[in-house]
């Protein structure tokens, strides 16, 4: 029910953290992977990484913001691939923080960009590849974006990280509508606090914020990415058959309060 022998999978950000992890699990099911980020460096070690362990991988060095290197990038999988069955969109920011009222502009719309355009422009690139791979044969397609707990909550001084986050579940649920009987299933992961290279050189990044952010799960942890990637894996894969249009928190019960 998990096996992805044969497909071809895009993991944005997939050069670390929750999309490194999604990326490994993927391709240990079997999947052709395609690391899409914009660090190169992480970005080619990734897929080299995969490669060793005995997957197709590939690397594909994009600006996701930018909506013709989105395009760019999605049309470089296809191509690479000769299809594209799923996509983890991961590629993501935590972007200004602090009172609303004193929020930059150029910082809000750099973040939102970031965060949420990004998303648009791979969705809008991803869906017309995955209904070519249908029509080509393929069994259906399978997009996963990575909102945040701050997807369904309100969450302190970060509201433009908010904003974001809460934005990809409206547009997860319009494509799963949208394309629901074209074999093409849109869910969402919410994580809680992932302890990944973002969450450490913001939030966590001093011994109190990190208590302070383990004191919000009942949990009383951060996750490791992997905890995420066995998620993401299910909703790619013929196992979420009927799954589309969800929203699925994995965030040690914090939005269980
Ligand atoms: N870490 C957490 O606590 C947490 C919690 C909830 C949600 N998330 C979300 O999970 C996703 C992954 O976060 P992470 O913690 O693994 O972060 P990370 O910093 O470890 O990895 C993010 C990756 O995305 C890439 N990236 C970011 N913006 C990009 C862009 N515009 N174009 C191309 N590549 C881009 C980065 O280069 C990096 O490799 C993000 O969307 C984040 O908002 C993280």
Redesign the pocket.
Known sequence: MFDMTGKAALV??????????CAQALAAAGAKVAV????SD??NKAADALADAGATATFVD?????PD?AQGAVEAVESAFGRLDAAV??????GPTGPLHELDRDAYRAAM???LD?VVWCLQHEIPAMLRTIDAGGDGGAIVN??????LVGFPTCPT?TA??HAILGLTRTAAIDYATQGIRVNA???????????R?T??ATPEGQAM?EGMHPMQR??Q?GE?AGLALYLCSPAASFVTGAVFPA?GGLTAR
């Not at 944005?12 to 992890?21: L, Q």
């Not at 899409?36 to 660090?39: E, H, S």
């Not at 969109?89 to 935590?94: K, T």
């Open positions: 944005t950000g997939g050069a670390s953290g929750i999309g490194w992890a899409v980020d914009r660090d992480n970005g994009a600006e996701l913001s930018d290197q969109n991961a590629a993501g920011i935590l960009a970031n965060n990004s990575i909102s945040s707990s701050a997807g990280y974001s986050k992961i919410a994580p809680g606090g992932v302890d990944t290279p973002l969450i050189a939030t966590c952010i951060l996750a990415p995420m965030d």
